[in-house]
């Protein structure tokens, strides 16, 4: 029986490990990917308080090495749902383990959104991708469409834009959205063609399957482009969905906690971009892993 369950193991929920071993809580992360969260994707942070400037991943080893440093255990398994017992609440992972925790923190975060178009599901991992950090050298010398013109698909571009030979940005609104400094450095660049206020109508395959392009309308005129790859950033989602029984759920799917990581039930809190907020960054979201943390420990204690 584990003092704190924490799910996720992003900034929030290994911020809450940190703050739970400082209370001498025995403390068990469960995250099903990537210890560290998004952030892990972004090959330069230059807003994190302490660091000049460090790679995602750098920040996201550090982070669990701090949290393990402290005595925190973690475990790579995916969680599908929590039910409640006589002495807190048993967390189950899609390995069929259950883990048994006095408290439960949900530091889900949130996962990447998707168009939803016929066969993306099925080339997702092969020539659909989300992380150019990730996949981006499986493109040198070959064109790619980048779906997105905010942060994240600048973010992204501005990876691809010294590997590939053509990087095409799609962009439904009329405007990119992503910060001047972010733009400024794919914008202009010769091997970058830009197209705004399109929507995106299909991944084009050959018989076997691969994609061999993207159609998307644009100024009602429908046009085929050739590409070896697509990265998609249009967004993120939460997906709170196996827990709503437990923490309410805003229209988007988003926690909605009160101000300080409380849910409707009693040793179940909630922190990081899984929550109802106006901020995703890695400063909000350790900031909720340290009060969620707290607000476990005071439960713990009767308070
Ligand atoms: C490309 C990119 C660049 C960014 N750049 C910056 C930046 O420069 N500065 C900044 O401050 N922020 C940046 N951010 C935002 C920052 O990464 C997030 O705000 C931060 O990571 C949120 O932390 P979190 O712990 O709440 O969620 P996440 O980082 O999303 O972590 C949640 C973790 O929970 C895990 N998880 C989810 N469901 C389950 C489950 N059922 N079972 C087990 N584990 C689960 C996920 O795998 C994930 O690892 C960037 C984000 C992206 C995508």
């Keep these: 029986m584990y003092d ?8 929030a929920g290994l911020t809450a490990a940190i703050y739970g071993r400082r209370n001498l809580k025995t403390v068990l992360v469960i995250e099903k990917s990537v210890f560290g969260g998004q952030i892990v994707n972004s090959p330069k942070v230059e807003n994190i308080p302490g660091f000049d400037s460090i790679s995602g991943d750098e920040f996201g080893d550090k982070l669990l090495e701090q949290a393990m440093g402290q005595g925190a255990e973690a475990t790579i398994e995916s969680v599908t749902g929590v039910r409640k017992t006589d002495g807190g609440f048993v967390v189950s992972t899609e390995d069929g383990n259950d883990y048994e925790g006095k408290t439960v923190i949900l530091a ?19 020539s659909i991708s989300f992380c150019a950090v990730c996949d981006g050298e499986f493109y040198r010398d070959k064109t790619v469409v980048m779906i997105g013109g905010g942060n994240s698909a600048f973010v992204e571009s ?136 707290i607000r476990a420990c005071d439960y713990l204690m009767g308070k």
């Design 158 to 293: 501005a990876m691809l834009v010294g590997i590939v030979k053509k990087l095409i940005i799609l962009q439904d609104l009329p405007k990119f959205t992503a910060d001047q400094k972010l733009q400024d450095q794919v914008l202009g660049q010769d091997n970058v063609e830009t197209h705004t206020g399109t929507k995106v109508l299909a991944y084009e395959t050959s018989e076997d399957g691969v994609l061999t392009g993207v159609t998307y309308e644009e100024a009602g005129e429908k046009k085929t482009v050739s590409c070896d790859g697509v990265f998609l950033a249009i967004g993120l989602v939460p997906e709170n969905s196996a827990f709503s029984a437990w923490a309410d759920l805003d229209e988007r799917g988003y926690f909605v906690p009160d101000n300080i990581c409380n849910t409707k039930t009693p040793g179940i809190f909630v922190a990081g971009d899984c929550c109802q907020k106006t901020l995703r960054q890695v400063t909000t979201a350790c900031s909720d892993g340290a009060y969620a943390a």
């Design 4 to 11: 704190i369950i924490v799910v996720g193991g992003g900034p």
């Design 108 to 126: 889900t975060g949130t996962t990447h959104r998707t168009l939803g178009l016929p066969g993306e599901e099925d080339l997702i991992g092969s």
